[in-house]
């Protein structure tokens, strides 16, 4: 895969940058919290990223050629800014209601017309059994792996030169998006380092809202996590899975939308590595559930896809440097819904952290992509992270 030479020449200064003036501080928000005098406590935090986009697309122009574009734009994460409400304790038992409302910056020709939305909307309730949310939120399945430090507070793969609103981050490239749905999820006590977490989620109707489809039951997605902590660090291991039921009626169809993962992330001192693989019948390499970037979503029927990354960091005071390359990865596949060609999109990306302040970190990021599925392109990422 080839980096556009223009944009590793600006990168890498941005990087002698940063190397620099780095310290020997870790830096880390705290948010606004307030509590009465009969126990009801107010905890509001958010992030507010902002990303300039310097990015070389293959051939992209409708002459064939290729095309550049700089663009202002938001992250994977977009802006947001989250408000937990907490009772008073009860009988050992603590509630919760969570939300969180997100704004998208839009692309090019679109004025005042940033796409707001509500990612969260959750009632948790902890005890002494475990943990139960009820509410709209965070998947489970592959959730783990969408924790990596390249992308999750950086850009990550996009779309195009006209991108907007949140960047896909490692969809595709690297895991399943478990997305923010509907959902009842429990999760059980730390026992000893090992918990378990299992839930019902609002299922994806491939092709959306339509008589011709069916999803009766809710999509059932698991994951077992797995701590060991030692005097530098830890290791955390997981495994998990889902599957749920597509009925096709206009055709005398189903099938099953169905997935299993592994992964792996290692601290210790200042180094980082993060190891993810995971498998998905019915999910296409776009790796997001029930729906496709290319064509009908119910063409991926029966498809076989993979998705993996691996991402090493370092960390020294204000400073955090890394580089991740992930894959994801479908087979061919016809059913009487469709065919599904052979797709592989690739990432690679080197990247920067620079805590300026307790709530400003400085942002930079290379990347290098290559697909089957959209225009490959070479991009530098410059921006920063307000956080409280």
Same mark, same amino acid.
């Given at each position: 895969?080839?980096?556009?030479?223009?944009?590793?020449?600006?990168?890498?200064?941005?990087?002698l940058l940063?190397?620099?003036?780095g310290s020997t501080?870790?830096a880390?928000?705290?948010?606004?919290?307030?509590?009465?005098?009969?126990?009801w406590?107010?905890?509001?935090t958010g992030?507010l990223?902002?990303?300039?986009?310097?990015?070389?697309?293959?051939?992209?122009?409708?002459d064939? #050629?290729?095309?550049?574009a700089?663009?202002?734009?938001? @992250?994977?994460?977009?802006?947001d800014?989250?408000?937990?409400?907490?009772s008073? #304790?009860?009988?050992?038992?603590k509630?919760?209601g969570?939300?969180?409302?997100?704004?998208?910056?839009?692309?090019?020709?679109?004025?005042?017309?940033g796409l707001?939305?509500?990612?969260?909307? %959750?009632?948790?309730? #902890?005890g002494?059994?475990?943990?139960?949310? +009820?509410?709209?939120?965070?998947?489970i399945?592959?959730s783990?792996?969408?924790?990596?430090?390249? *992308?999750?507070?950086?850009?990550?793969?996009?779309?195009?030169?006209?991108?907007a609103?949140?960047?896909?981050?490692?969809?595709?490239?690297?895991?399943?998006?478990?997305? /923010?749905?509907?959902?009842?999820?429990?999760?059980?006590?730390?026992?000893?380092?090992?918990?378990?977490?299992?839930?019902?989620?609002?299922p994806?109707?491939?092709?959306?809202?339509?008589e011709?489809?069916?999803?009766? +039951?809710?999509?059932?997605e698991?994951?077992i996590?797995?701590?060991?902590?030692?005097?530098s660090?830890?290791i955390?291991?997981?495994?998990? @899975? +889902?599957?749920?039921?597509?009925?096709?009626?206009?055709e005398?169809y189903?099938?099953?939308i169905?997935?299993?993962?592994?992964g792996l992330?290692?601290?210790?001192?200042?180094?980082? /590595?993060?190891? *993810?693989?995971?498998?998905t019948?019915g999910?296409?390499?776009? @790796?997001l559930?029930?729906?496709?970037?290319?064509?009908s979503a119910?063409?991926?029927?029966?498809?076989d896809a993979?998705?993996?990354?691996?991402?090493?960091?370092?960390?020294?005071?204000?400073?955090?440097?890394?580089?991740s390359?992930g894959? @994801?990865?479908?087979?061919e596949?016809s059913?009487?819904?469709?065919s599904?060609?052979?797709?592989?999109? #690739?990432?690679?990306m080197?990247?920067?952290?620079y805590?300026?302040?307790?709530?400003?970190?400085?942002?930079?990021?290379?990347?290098?992509?290559?697909? %089957?599925?959209?225009?490959?392109?070479?991009?530098?990422?410059?921006g +920063?992270?307000?956080?409280?």
């Open positions: 895969m080839k980096v556009n030479k223009k944009i590793s020449t600006l990168l890498f200064s941005v990087l940063m190397v620099y003036t501080d870790t880390e928000a705290q948010g606004i919290s307030f509590e009465t005098e009969e126990g406590g107010l905890d509001v992030r990223p902002v990303f300039l986009v310097a990015s070389n697309h293959d051939g992209y122009s409708a064939g #050629e290729d095309q550049f700089t663009r202002i734009m938001t @992250g994977f994460n977009p802006p800014i989250t408000f937990n409400i907490s008073p #304790e009860y009988n050992g038992i509630v919760t969570i939300f969180q409302i997100n704004h998208h910056l839009h692309g090019p020709s679109v004025q005042n017309a707001f939305e509500g990612r969260v909307a %959750d009632i948790r309730i #902890e002494g059994f475990g943990t139960i949310n +009820m509410g709209k939120g965070f998947g399945y592959n783990n792996s969408i924790g990596d430090v390249g *992308s999750a507070m950086g850009v990550g793969r996009f779309a195009g030169p006209d991108a609103d949140a960047t896909l981050g490692r969809i595709g490239s690297g895991y399943t998006y478990a997305n /923010f749905n509907p959902r009842v999820t429990y999760t059980t006590p730390d026992m000893g380092g090992l918990s378990l977490k299992v839930g019902f989620i609002n994806e109707k491939p092709g959306g809202p339509s011709e489809v069916e999803t009766s +039951m809710p999509r059932v698991g994951q996590d797995y701590v060991v902590d030692f005097d660090g830890n955390r291991f997981w495994a998990g @899975g +889902m599957v749920q039921n597509v009925d096709v009626v206009s005398d189903d099938y099953n169905s997935g299993w993962d592994l992330r290692l601290a210790s001192g200042g180094f980082g /590595f993060t190891g *993810s693989y995971s498998e019948q999910v296409g390499a776009d @790796g559930i029930g729906l496709s970037l290319t064509g119910l063409a991926q029927a029966d498809v993979s998705q993996w990354y691996t991402e090493a960091t370092y960390t020294s005071g204000k400073l955090t440097l890394g580089a390359y894959e @994801g990865e479908q087979d596949n059913t009487v819904l469709g599904s060609p052979d797709i592989k999109n #690739e990432l690679l080197i990247f920067t952290r805590n300026v302040t307790e709530s400003l970190a400085m942002i930079g990021e290379i990347q290098n992509f290559a697909s %089957d599925a959209q225009s490959d392109y070479s991009a530098l990422v410059f +920063m992270q307000f956080t409280f």
